[in-house]
Nanobody
């Protein structure tokens, strides 16, 4: 069973920054792409950013220019740097394989509020 562990969520004011981390097993990082997803209250889970196995990174339009996806293969960890946060970024954030998701982890709560 694959264990994904997200961390780094917090309460932050609008305009603030956070960096999320996700420790992933080597088996994921070596055979598939990875993605960051989020689920806001009352909404469906959505893909926020993803890197393909070939290294191409894509972002949902609403976070372009503010969020940056990166990965450290040596640490089997992926990151999501989030800048200029907005209240509409409030959600539980998850990492998972992309495009074929595996078991979801617990996620990490990001709350953007003054």
């Amino acid at each position: 069973q694959v264990q994904l562990v997200e961390s780094g969520g917090d309460l932050v004011q609008p305009g603030g920054s956070l960096r999320l981390s996700c420790a992933a097993p080597l088996s994921i990082s070596s055979i598939d792409g990875m993605g960051w997803y989020r689920q806001a209250p009352g909404k469906q889970r959505e893909l926020v950013a993803a890197v393909t196995r070939g290294g191409v990174i894509n972002y949902v339009e609403s976070v372009k220019g503010r969020f940056t996806f990166s990965r450290d293969n040596a640490k089997n960890t992926v990151y999501l740097q989030m800048n200029s946060l907005k209240p509409e970024d409030t959600a539980v954030y998850y990492c998972n394989a992309f495009p074929h998701v595996l078991t979801w982890g617990q996620g990490t709560q990001v709350t953007v509020s003054s």
